[in-house]
């Protein structure tokens, strides 16, 4: 499964199911941003910009994710880079969206800056351990995972959090739930597909694949991307109706 046969013919090979969740991916992430722009005309409008934005992760994800179904295919390689020029662009935007969110509630800019900030460190230091020095993966998975850490820390202990606290919709309330524990255990799939780089903590699992080519590390991010941002996405479209669904039993009363 790991090192499937793949010849470099630029054809999708029976065995290869890596290369499935490549197509699935792009497929899904195309179909979801149709249905937020629709969708999008069926909430109020103060969930309106939520609701684009969530197309805009899964839209850019699926054009990635077309080039890298791409680069697949004629290299059985990982195409890393545009995995991580993809991230670079959809988790500031998940920012964004926790921002959104909470500014009803009274959220400040600098929640955002200090979201965005933590995503830089993971994300950066992600790719310096994954493309440009491998054999130091650990110290940068290290490094990456603090950035991480600073996002948890806002969303469950900092600011975000309180904001959270003591907005007074519990729709808002609990959608901003669901999406931390995205963002916690959803994303955690990420360093678990990191760590089975060559010299990490998990590699034993897949010993025998060769890191240059085929690689159970793109199955897990695969996975985690179309969970993380399709899921993510829904979740904000279940709190932007749920919320509009209030706004006009009020007016009505
Ligand atoms: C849509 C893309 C998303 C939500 C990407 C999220 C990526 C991460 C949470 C990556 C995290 C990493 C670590 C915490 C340590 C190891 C290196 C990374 C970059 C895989």
Known sequence: MFNSPILLDATLR???????????????MLAASIFFIIERGTVSDKWKTSL??????????????FYMRGVWLET????????????????PLMCIEYYLILKPAGAKSGMLVRLILGSLVMLVAGYIGE???????????????LGWALIIYEIYVGEAAK?????????????YNVLRWFTLVGWAIYPIGYMMLPGNLLHGLVEGYDPTKSSPVDLAYNIADAVNKIGFGLVIYTIAKGAT???????RA
């Open 76 to 91: 059985a390689t990982s195409p890393t880079q545009f995995r991580y020029i993809d991230w670079t662009l959809t988790v």
């Open 131 to 145: 493309a440009v020095v491998i054999e130091q993966n650990v110290l940068w998975g290290i490094i990456s995972t």
């Open 245 to 251: 669904a209030e706004e006009k039993a009020l007016a």
């Open 163 to 175: 904001v959270a606290a003591a907005s007074n919709n519990p729709v808002v309330q609990k959608g």
């Open 14 to 28: 029976a065995g290869d199911y890596i290369g499935f969740t490549f197509f699935t991916g792009y497929m899904s």
């Open 52 to 65: 684009l934005v969530s197309a805009l992760i899964t839209f850019i994800a699926a054009v990635h994710y």
